[in-house]
């Protein structure tokens, strides 16, 4: 034991004062609020009417109607002459409407009235202004259709058979739902990153620094030697995964969720219950990290293996998100994707059994072990010294 | 008192030593003598438990190397072949860890460790970041580490390799105080001035195999030369032919 806690020790202080290995470890954490805070605001920038639309308008004198009606919701209307086309493919314009000179005159025999909306579909700054704007023009046309109905005396139910209902807001939460997803996803990324450096310094370092022969002659077990590293390494990665939590949700409480009617809020309980959900990963990660580390001969050989561990926390978010399967009990048992399971359904409000944490807690803890035996294993090689 | 008997390790198709057997004793110097790649650092790793050998056995103090390695290698000082630092700890900061990983209690760490400072003459350098440190301040680094735990045996891959004269000579006071203390010292060295100045007993290793052994005078007669040089490299020569 004296030498698990001496290895620690000592593992700890050098993880510490490598700066470098330490600012990439946090630099981690610390955007992952900004990020996420960035896309909810993105997205419920883009979803909300907060923002007035401006449209240049060819010809706006021959639908004064239509104007006023896009006026009364908000548009800033500019009229604009000349080369439509050449001007939004200047970008001197982003989108133009077209008032045809005929406009009038169609309505009047109840005829289509055609109003070409001139804009780059490739661009995708304006696909939304462009999307609200025939939104805008769709309601106008209904409202008008169905004045024409009743001058007939038609009801304009008649027309509308079915009606689909709040299809923008639909569309949003499902991607404020991936940011949800997204959050677990971020958690896990923290668990394998934050550990890395001192993983792969402290097995592939070691060796390339030619340090790891004295550190063989002195009295120790390897296994021991190996589990010092493992829970310093795992240090690390505990404190960077649970900052990264933290952070992440706090960014979620101040993001703007409700200007669009959604709620997000969090209990101690449930930060306690993630925590304790996701604690076993660092370790897991820690130990893939050092296995990997153990065979590379020098420090840029393990990071190009390790980067290949890094894609690992994806794989269940990739599934989850792509072909989403019930879940079943025994899948809690996963490494891995047993802690994404468990994250997504803490941060639901979903109420689960005990057996749920401490079957995916000790299938991840016995994967660490199992593989640090494995690590032990390879150290005790002659090719680890000689090689 | 250290004894190795009867060795050989092989790595693919070489064959690195054979059957090299040899005793170091208690308050003497053994110096293991032999060109580069004669084997000398094969042999060494074998005895401080880093490599099994195909055959033969090690036992210091009586305690065999390859079936109680632990219990072996406390009884045992090294300097390895690798001279390897942490850049990030201080000179003491090494020589503490690798006190506790022998388990040296804590409260007479501070004044081993002290007292090797001492013997080294690195008080200048005993709270500094070993990056950076010269050859000659490294060497101590690992000397002084080597030695935290008291050993009675000390085992010396080279130690005075790419040293300038001060340092050198401050390698060659420590075992002969090490002497002094009635240790068991063994050091490898390619150099011949070196080993006829501080050793007792010299071993001559030339392509895997012990070709001489016995005191400076001895080795001379066996190899019919006056000139120790001359002899040891008849004797590695005789060898390779």
Redesign the interface.
Known sequence: M??I???F??EL??GF??RRALLTAFLFPAFAPILIYGLIYAIVNLSSDAENLKVSVINPEAAPALIQYLQEKGVEITPFEGNAEQAVRDKKQEYILEIPEDYQQRLREFKTAIVPIIHDSSRSDTRNPVRRLRTLIRTYNGSLSALRLIARGVSPLVIQGVVSGNQDIASEEQRLISIFNMVPLYIMLAAFIAGMGLAVDSTAG?RE?????????????RLHLIQGKWLAASFYAAIGMISTMLLSLIAMLYAPLDDIGFVFSISIEQIILLILATLPLPFLATSLEMLLGIFAKSFKDAQSYIGLVTLMPTLPFIIHTFNPVPIQDWMYAIPVFGQYLLMTEVLGAVELHWLAYLSSGVSCLLLSVLLCMLTSRLLAR?AV??G | MIEIDNISKRFGEIQAIKKVSLQAANGKITGLLGPNGAGKSTALRVLYGLLKPDEGKVTVDGTDVFHQRPEAQRKMGVLPDAHGLYGRLTAREHISYFGRLHGVAENELGNQADELIRLLDMQSIADRRTEGFSQGERMKVCLARALIHRPGNVVLDEPTNGLDVMTTRKVRELMLELKARDITVLFSSHLMHEVARLCDEIIIIAAGTVVAEGTTAEIRDIAGEDNLEDAFVRLSEGESR
């Not at chain 1, 340090?211 to 120790?220: K, R």
Request: glycine residues 0%.
């Open positions: 004296h030498a806690k001496a290895v020790r000592k202080i050098d004062r490598d070691e620094r030619k340090s790891l022969e004295p550190l063989l002659v002195n009295p120790v077990l002659e010294i000689t």
